[in-house]
């Protein structure tokens, strides 16, 4: 299963991104082992090792792989992790990102085809903001 998360409103994006993380955490239990990932600061390399089939004993994985469309060296990687994520029960990847702009956002057009839950988070209107406060 795969959320896509992005948006200028990081403030809310985080927050939902907690929410997942502990919803997971308390559906999985024991078996629960958490992977995060940012793309502008470490090698995406290892996300294809994460997206391997793991054994019929292994449990259930979370991966958070943070601006992973954006950062478009490593775009392939993603792209592969996120077609082996699609199909597989025991792994869930969340995408977070920020605002996105040009390249960005055709990148994230090819890979919102895989995700199951895609999110956008905008700025809030002023008056969303003050009922919000």
Same mark, same amino acid.
């Given at each position: 299963m795969i959320y896509l998360l992005h948006g200028p409103d990081t403030y809310q994006s985080r927050r939902k991104l907690c929410e997942i993380i502990a919803a997971y955490q308390s559906r999985a239990g024991a078996d629960f082992s958490l992977h995060r990932l940012d793309a502008e600061e470490d090698d995406l390399s290892s996300l294809k090792n994460l997206t391997q089939v793991s054994s019929l004993f292994g449990g259930k994985? *979370?991966?958070?792989?943070?601006?992973?469309?954006?950062?478009?060296? /490593? +775009?392939?990687?993603?792209?592969? $992790?996120?077609? @082996?994520?699609?199909?597989?029960?025991?792994?869930?990847?969340?995408?977070?990102?920020?605002?996105?702009?040009?390249?960005?956002?055709?990148? *994230?057009?090819?890979?919102?085809?895989?995700?199951?839950?895609?999110? /956008? +988070?905008?700025?809030?209107?002023? $008056?969303?903001? @003050?009922?919000?406060?």
């Open positions: 994985k *979370l991966i958070v792989c943070e601006r992973a469309v954006s950062c478009g060296r /490593e +775009f392939p990687v993603v792209r592969t $992790a996120a077609e @082996r994520a699609a199909g597989a029960e025991d792994i869930l990847l969340v995408l977070w990102e920020e605002a996105l702009t040009g390249d960005g956002l055709v990148r *994230l057009r090819d890979i919102r085809n895989f995700a199951d839950q895609t999110q /956008e +988070f905008k700025f809030l209107a002023p $008056a969303k903001v @003050r009922q919000w406060i």
